[in-house]
């Protein structure tokens, strides 16, 4: 059964701090992985998205991680701020792209930056 | 430039009312997905379109129903709303076609069945 766990489920951190948030996957055939924020009452946003030959990608702050062999990626941010507070969803495109890829949703890290 | 706008933002229900949630989007993406989220869970995919006139169902269809008749809007019906499907609802949309194939989200409809 396609999978995805994020970890914590919850995390608390004082501004100015870094944190990495986990995700492991149990996805076949993997096509892609991406990292979502999600803003309390928003839709979700990407961050990034990295496909199996990738193992890091960066978006300002925020750096992702891929391991495909042991099917495991992070995402880490440096410097929080009080704005990223949020919840941050890990999701695994399955399949070989299209239409039939399907988009398995991990249940999310919520993180909150406390000054 | 609005991306994915959602209508309404809330809705309460009695059971065994109907209702429509519109989506739009103005990116001109050909494929269009209906989304539920619920706590500890995450998100669920309704039913999709990847076109203008087409629809498919998702993980979890039943008791639902979509029509695409224009390439910009997909529309998500509940026909005799029941509890269960209490939620908030997301509509997404994307180009489509590529491995990459990323989806912009909207703001989400929060529904309440009584």
């Known amino acids: 059964k396609n999978q995805v766990e994020q970890s914590p489920q919850s995390l608390i951190i004082l501004e100015g701090k870094n944190c990495t948030l986990q995700?492991?996957?149990?996805?076949?055939?993997?096509?892609?992985l991406r990292w979502y924020k999600q803003d309390t009452g928003r839709g979700p946003v990407s961050l990034t998205i990295m496909t199996f030959s990738e193992n890091t990608k960066s978006n300002g702050r925020y750096t992702a991680t891929l391991d495909a062999d042991t099917k495991q990626s992070s995402l880490h941010i440096t410097a929080s701020q009080l704005s990223d507070s949020a919840s941050y969803i890990c999701v695994v495109s399955a399949g070989y792209g299209g239409a039939t890829n399907k988009l398995i949703f991990g249940t999310g890290t919520l993180l909150a930056v406390q000054p | 430039n609005a991306g994915v706008t959602q209508t309404p933002k809330f809705r309460v229900l009695k059971t065994g009312q109907s209702m429509t949630l519109l989506c739009a989007q103005d990116m001109n993406h050909e494929y269009m997905y209906w989304y539920r989220q619920d706590p500890g869970m995450g998100l669920r995919l309704i039913h999709y379109?990847?076109?203008?006139?087409?629809?498919a169902k998702g993980e979890v269809p039943d008791g639902y129903n979509v029509s695409r008749l224009k390439k910009q809007n997909f529309l998500l019906g509940l026909e005799s709303a029941a509890p269960s499907q209490t939620s908030v609802y997301f509509c997404?949309?994307?180009?489509?076609?590529?491995?990459?194939?990323?989806?912009?989200f909207g703001p989400g409809t929060r529904l309440t069945v009584l």
């Open positions: 995700c492991n996957y149990t996805v076949s055939p993997f096509s892609n």
């Open positions: 379109s990847v076109g203008e006139g087409t629809t």
């Open positions: 997404a949309s994307s180009a489509g076609g590529s491995n990459y194939n990323e989806q912009f």
